[in-house]
């Protein structure tokens, strides 16, 4: 299967060629990435977004913003930390919620360079953990433009 190379907004990643092109526009306006995959009628979908960082400098600033609003919008936290991925500091936050009999999972990764911030999202059925290893080679792929 190949890969396809992302090299834009300052940010590069590679992906698995299995995984379909969405309409960004439609997910949002500040959306630079956005694929789906269907394995078994079960979809999955990863989106990137790019935001400006604002005040936050470090990515330990967003942990209890996060946590809030995932659990005011419901969701389940499962965990919540801070990983070293390739020299870079990640806020990664794993929610789940049930949805028809299942078990829908969101795994969230937050970078921060060069005054922005990089939100990459995961949305799947935890019993269809199919996409959860494609995503962790997007994540370790990421390089920011020098």
């Known amino acids: 299967m190949d890969e396809i190379q992302f090299n834009e907004d300052g940010i590069k990643f590679r992906y698995l060629s299995n995984w379909k092109e969405q309409n960004k526009e439609m997910i949002g306006p500040n959306c630079i990435k ?13 989106t990137v977004h790019k935001n400006d960082a604002g005040e936050i400098t470090a990515v330990a600033q967003l942990e209890e913003p996060f946590k809030e609003s995932f659990e005011a919008q ?7 930390r ?3 991925l390739n020299d870079m500091p990640v806020y990664n936050i794993i929610t789940t919620a049930e949805e028809g009999g299942k078990t829908l999972e969101n795994n969230t990764s937050v970078l ?7 939100i990459f999202e995961l949305m799947h059925f935890k ?4 996409a959860y290893n494609d995503y962790l080679a997007i ?3 990421v390089e920011f433009e020098e």
């Open 74 to 80: 419901g969701w389940t936290i499962v965990e919540s």
């Open 127 to 130: 019993e269809f953990p199919y």
């Open 34 to 46: 956005a694929l789906v995959k269907v394995v078994e009628e079960n979809p999955s979908t990863i």
């Open 82 to 84: 801070i990983l070293n």
């Open 139 to 141: 994540m370790d792929s």
């Open 112 to 118: 921060i360079n060069d005054g922005n911030m990089y």
